[in-house]
Every structure is written in C-alpha cells, then in structure tokens.
C-alpha cells in the first residue's frame, strides 16, 4: 500500500490569490479544461475555460472522468472516401492540453490507461493526446462518502505518477513537480510560484484511512482469483443490475469500445469508436446470435475480476482507482464499495 | 505487419474470387502497388492468424488467413456471409479493393507438432484457418507423422474446398474422411455430424488433433475425443469471439484472464479449462 515518497524533481508553493492568477493566465495563453459547471447543468465536469472565474475550486469530483479528453466517448479513428483505402486521413492531436484540478485517483486512472494503450499494440490516438496534455493535479483532503482512494493505493495525496501536484495548506498550497513535463510548465509561470512548504503527507494519509470504510485489497485479489466468492452475490448483482452501463461508462479506468463507419452524403465518411460496455446485452453476441458469456452472473463478474485480478496482475496497480462513481450512478443499487467488501468478507468464516 | 499504423488499414486488390458455396468465397488478395506484394518472405504470418479485414462504409470483421504462408505473391481468406462486412463482400468483384490490418493472433504452434501424427477436425467453413495448416504440413510432408482430416459440413452444398480435400486424399498417408448431416440426393458418402468420423483416427491419440468448427461441433468433438484417448494438451482448437479491434484493446473478445485475439485464438483444450469456458 502506498508508501509516501519524498522525492520530486521540484518543491514549491503557491498563495491561493497566484494561483487563481496562474490559471487565468494559462487559460488565456492555452488551452486549459478545469472542473466548471456546465451551461445547462449543474454537475461539475471538465470543460474548457477561458477565464479562471469559470474554474469550481470547491467540488468534490467531477461526474465524468477525465479520460474523455483522451479516449472520446465518440472519436474519429480517420476518414475515407469509401471507394479508396489509399484516401484514409488521420489528424492526430498536437495542441497542447493543461488540466487543472484532477483528482489523485483520475490521475491513477490515467496511469493505468497509460501503461493499457502503451502495452503492444500501441493506441496512437490515446498516446498522442496524451503526449500533449500535461496535468495539475489536486489532492483530496476530505475524503467523500463514496470514494476508498486509500484501499486502492491511489490517494488522497499521490506519490508519484503526476506531473504537478497541489496539497491545500490553509491560505498556500504545497506545490510538487514530479515531471518533466511538470517541470517544462513550473518554469515557464514560475514567478507565481513560492518557496517549498512542508505538508505533512503521510499525517493525511493516516487521517483518510481512518476515515474510510475500507477493505484489504489483497485478500478481495485473492478471493476472487481462487473463485472463493459466494454465488449468491453474484446472482444478486445480476439480478439488479438493469445494463445501462452507466457506471462503466463513468469509470475512469474503463475503456471497451466499439467501432462503427459513419457515411454521411456530404462525403465526410469517419470511422468512429464509441465507448461500448461489458454489461450491455450485445456486448460478446456472435454471428449466428450465439454468447458464449452467459449467464447473465457471467457477464457481472467480469467487471470484478478484470479490475481486481487481471489488471492487478499485468499493470501491478489496480484497476479500480477507488473514485466512487459506480457507486453513486447505479440505477439498480447495485453498490461497488459494498459489493467488495462482501467478496472479501465472503468464506472469512469456513 | 501489414499495416503500419495500428488501426489503419492496408490497400489490397482482389486478385481473384472464387465462389465455393452460395454463401462462401475465397478472396485472393495481394498488397496495392506493391508489385507481387511484400508478404513473400515466410515469416510474415502463420497458419493460425487472423487479419481485420475492413470494407470501408461497412466496417470489419476479423477472418482467418486460410492460405499457407508458403504460398507466395499473395494470401487467401475464405468469408461466409453472416452480415454487415460479410454480406458486402459478396458483392465485390476482382480488381476491386479492400482494406487489411494485420496478422493478429497466436498461432498453430504447428513446429511443436514435428514428428507426430496430426488430425484435423473441421465443421462448415471451419475448415478455412485449417487449411492454412494443412496446406503447411503437406509442403512440408516429411516432417510429420501420418495426416488424417475430418471434415463435416451441414450438406452437400455447404462443403468447401472439395477439390482440394480430394487433392490432399492423393498425398502419401494423408486420409481424407467427409461427412454430411443428413443423407441428400446423389450423395454416396457418409452421413451424420463429423463426431461420426473420430472412429477413423482412434489409433493416432498420441498425435496432436487441431479442431475448428462452430460452438456446438467443438462441444461434442472435444467430449469424444477425450473418451477416445486424447489428452487436453493435444487438443487443438481456435475459440471464436466477438471482436472490433483484433489488438487487445476494444475489450470484446475478453475472458478470464485473456484476450483472445493476442493471447489466442488458438488455444490448447487444457488452456480453455483453466479459463473456465465452456465449450
Ligand atoms: C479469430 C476469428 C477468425 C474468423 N475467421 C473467419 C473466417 O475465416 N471466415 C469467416 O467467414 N468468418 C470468420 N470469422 C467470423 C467472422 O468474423 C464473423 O462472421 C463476422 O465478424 C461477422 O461480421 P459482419 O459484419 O459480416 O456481420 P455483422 O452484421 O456485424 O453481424 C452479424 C452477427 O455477427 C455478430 N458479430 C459481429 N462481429 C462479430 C465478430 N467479430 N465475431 C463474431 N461475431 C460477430 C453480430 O453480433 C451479429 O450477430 C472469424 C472470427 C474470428 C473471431
Ligand atoms: S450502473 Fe448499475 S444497472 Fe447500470 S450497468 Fe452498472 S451495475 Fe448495471
Ligand atoms: S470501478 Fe467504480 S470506483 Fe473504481 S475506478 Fe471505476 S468508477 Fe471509480
Ligand atoms: S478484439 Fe478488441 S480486445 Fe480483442
């Protein structure tokens, strides 16, 4: 489980007052997206703001991760004329993307992406969105209801992985680079920024452990891998779970996707990939309208055991970053958090 | 690779079609503009892979190559309509072009089959990632034992590659056995589902047997020929999935703990065990 680790390419701090200056000033000169509220809807997401007094400095987290600005929900792989595959276009992202405001556990999230599009076959249209964007992390310090950063090893406060971070230290914030791209923007604003300031991590650290409802992350591992799980759980998730896939759609961590060609009749034709979800009904049907993954407890288990054994063992990192937003989303009260905790209570008596 | 960018796909020209049943054909492919095409070095693919093949406006579908990579200048697939990609592809003609992204996929690992008697069971258009295997070992004849194939398709009408199933008949130990469901008219030769067949090859369960076929053909060919003798390690078989992507990302194909279109298709029967599927 996380350890705190001191080292960083650079400390400093900076006064709330800079801060609000450094962000209206990088709105201005690039393209800067901020948790903000929505013209029409009161949910706090990532948007582009041209001005820091757009930017929500008092949310917990956004509804929609911020993976969509590197994995769209609906993107264009390329676009064609149907006659010639020699008329494939690709236009790859190359203007440069700050954020401000990513939670640790999104920034996790972004990691494990990361280490998933980089793996062969590399993904150039995630690497290369990704290769432009550099991020301004915040660290959390209350933890939410729903979220368990600290039984995943993915917050409140990160260790590494970022490339700037802020920790709230009343009037200053603590300022860690941790990055060479952290590093490139720290310099080149660096007249807003102060001398270090010590916060302590690890007391934040212990304080949101108490505080959360949590769960050892090695015996759920260990569970599930050696199908120890009472089926009846997993019977009761089916049951109640109706397949909207919202809460896969909102993960940060999750990225199926499904591919379809659009041909428009003003010839702008686009092969598009659109987010998909493991619980949609479709999902695994073949030709001949055969699923080899049924039932439907099938299907539920997957998004358990890809997240909590399989990414384990490939990434090193879990694959649910422990954000919270599954739980709150579910049409059928189907509850992540508690469901986890009932896998690693489940055969703790026999 | 054929491509060289993960997701786009590669111009090829259809060289010829042939119509192998009123719902199959044999595309041969080669690469545009590329004079006889540069997959003529070996290694580019082996029996056992499969490439996304892309009909841009339609979409893709992944489909096996059923040529041997020891034919050179081109590569074959061999696609039944089933739907979007596939039913429009029925309708192209040679000269016309379409998009290949590829090879994906594990292989047959056919040199761990190197001295040993080898069967090859096929159901329906089965039969195509198959016969990339098959045409491999018969090239290369010496280096195996003896070579039985298994063939069953729904009738008469559904067989494909009939020419060469009797070409492969010729070649020294090589026996050919062909089976249709129910009997038909004018037809003289056996009847019932291949399972009938697995008598034939009851004294080669020593050797490795490649299985391919629709779910329910693999279901009950595994069954038979575990109680014949076979061992899980042996047994051969590619398992189909859905599949948008063919690079371990989309997710469709995933199960237990694989991709099957980087970790498979092609799996031992003792690997499919440990994955829990049921086939
Ligand atoms: C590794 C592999 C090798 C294959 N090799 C061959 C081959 O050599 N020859 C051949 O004719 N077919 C092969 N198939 C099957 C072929 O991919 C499907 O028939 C094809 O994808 C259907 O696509 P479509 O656009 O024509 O049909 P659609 O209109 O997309 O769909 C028709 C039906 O097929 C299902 N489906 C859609 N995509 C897939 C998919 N990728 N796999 C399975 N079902 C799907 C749909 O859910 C629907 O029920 C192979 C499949 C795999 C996974
Ligand atoms: S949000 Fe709830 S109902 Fe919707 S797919 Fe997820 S578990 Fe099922
Ligand atoms: S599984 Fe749920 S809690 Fe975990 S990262 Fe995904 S949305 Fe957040
Ligand atoms: S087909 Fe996309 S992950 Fe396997």
Same mark, same amino acid.
């Given at each position: 489980m996380p350890v705190i680790s001191k080292i960083q390419i650079k400390n400093a701090s900076i006064t709330k007052t800079n801060?609000?200056?450094?962000?209206?000033?990088? #709105? +201005?000169?690039?393209?800067?997206?901020?948790?903000?509220?929505?013209?029409?809807?009161?949910?706090?997401?990532?948007?582009?703001?041209?001005?820091?007094? +757009?930017?929500?400095?008092?949310?917990?987290?956004?509804?929609?991760?911020?993976?969509?600005?590197?994995?769209?929900q609906s993107e264009c792989m390329f676009s064609f004329s149907p006659r010639s595959n020699e008329s494939i276009t690709v236009t790859d992202q190359s203007e440069e993307l700050v954020f401000f405001g990513v939670r640790p556990c999104d920034v996790k999230a972004i990691e494990l992406l990361d280490k998933f599009y980089e793996r062969s076959f590399v993904d150039d249209y995630y690497l290369s969105k990704r290769a432009c964007s550099v991020i301004i992390s915040v660290a959390c310090s209350q933890l939410n209801e729903e979220c368990f950063c600290t039984s995943v090893g993915s917050g409140p406060v990160l260790t590494e992985g970022f490339d700037i971070q802020l920790i709230d230290a009343g009037n200053d914030f603590a300022v860690q680079v941790g990055s060479e791209k952290g590093l490139q923007l720290y310099e080149q604003y660096q007249d807003f920024f102060g001398a270090p300031i010590d916060v302590d991590a690890e007391k934040e650290f212990e304080k949101a452990k108490a505080s959360e409802p949590g769960f050892d992350l090695q015996r759920v591992y260990d569970r599930l891998k050696s199908n120890k799980v009472d089926d009846r759980l997993w019977a009761d998730i089916a049951r109640r779970c109706q397949s909207c896939g919202l809460c896969l759609l909102l993960c940060p961590t999750c990225s199926c996707y499904t591919v379809i060609d659009r041909v428009t009749p003003n010839g702008r034709n686009l092969r598009m990939r659109e987010w998909d979800c493991c619980y949609f009904e479709g999902f695994t049907r073949m030709a001949g309208g055969q699923n080899p993954v049924k039932p439907k407890e099938e299907m539920i288990k997957r998004k358990y055991y890809h997240k909590l054994v399989q990414q384990i063992d490939e990434f090193g990192m879990s694959g649910c970053t422990g954000c919270g937003r599954c739980n709150t989303v579910c049409v059928g009260n189907v509850n992540w958090l508690e469901n986890i905790r009932k896998i690693e209570g489940s055969g703790r008596d026999v | 690779m054929f491509n060289s960018r993960t997701y786009i796909p590669r111009a090829t020209i259809i060289q010829d079609i042939e119509d192998l049943t009123y719902d199959t054909r044999l595309f041969r492919l080669k690469f545009k503009g590329l004079g006889d095409c540069d997959n003529s070095s070996e290694s580019d693919y082996e029996p056992g892979q499969f490439v996304q093949v892309s009909v841009l406006g339609m979409g893709e579908a992944p489909i096996s190559i059923c040529s041997s990579p020891k034919d050179k200048g081109f590569f074959e697939l061999c696609v039944r309509n089933t739907g979007g990609v596939t039913g429009a592809m029925q309708k192209l003609e040679k000269g016309?072009?379409?998009?290949?992204?590829?090879?994906? /996929?594990?292989?047959?690992?056919?040199?761990?089959?190197?001295?040993? !008697?080898?069967?090859?069971?096929?159901?329906?258009?089965?039969?195509?990632?198959?016969?990339?295997?098959?045409?491999?070992?018969?090239?290369?004849?010496?280096?195996?034992?003896?070579?039985?194939?298994?063939?069953?398709?729904?009738?008469?009408?559904?067989?494909?590659?009939?020419?060469?199933?009797? +070409?492969?008949? +010729?070649?020294? #130990?090589?026996?050919?056995?062909?089976?249709?469901?129910?009997?038909?008219?004018?037809?003289?030769?056996?009847?019932?589902?291949?399972?009938?067949?697995? /008598?034939?090859?009851?004294?080669? #369960?020593?050797?490795?047997?490649?299985?391919? /076929?629709?779910?329910?053909?693999?279901?009950?060919?595994?069954?038979?020929?575990? !109680?014949?003798?076979?061992?899980?390690?042996?047994?051969?078989?590619?398992?189909?999935?859905?599949?948008?992507?063919?690079v371990g990302k989309c997710g469709h194909c995933y199960i237990g703990d694989k991709y099957v279109c980087t970790d498979g298709p092609v799996f031992t029967y003792s690997q499919i065990n440990a994955l829990e599927v049921e086939v």
């Open positions: 801060l609000f200056k450094l962000l209206d000033l990088i #709105s +201005q000169e690039k393209f800067l997206i901020a948790p903000a509220e929505g013209p029409d809807l009161e949910d706090i997401n990532f948007l582009p703001v041209t001005g820091a007094e +757009q930017i929500c400095f008092d949310y917990e987290n956004t509804l929609v991760p911020p993976k969509e600005y590197f994995f769209g | 016309d072009e379409i998009g290949v992204r590829g090879p994906y /996929g594990n292989n047959f690992a056919i040199e761990k089959a190197t001295g040993r !008697d080898c069967a090859f069971i096929a159901g329906g258009i089965g039969l195509a990632p198959l016969r990339s295997v098959i045409k491999y070992v018969t090239a290369k004849r010496a280096d195996y034992g003896k070579l039985a194939i298994l063939y069953g398709a729904r009738t008469k009408e559904d067989i494909v590659f009939a020419d060469e199933l009797s +070409q492969w008949a +010729q070649i020294e #130990s090589v026996e050919v056995h062909l089976t249709i469901d129910e009997p038909q008219e004018a037809w003289t030769g056996r009847t019932g589902v291949v399972t009938t067949l697995i /008598g034939e090859i009851s004294d080669m #369960s020593e050797g490795k047997c490649f299985v391919c /076929g629709p779910p329910i053909m693999i279901h009950f060919t595994i069954k038979e020929l575990l !109680d014949a003798g076979w061992t899980e390690e042996n047994i051969i078989m590619t398992l189909e999935r859905h599949m948008k992507c063919g």
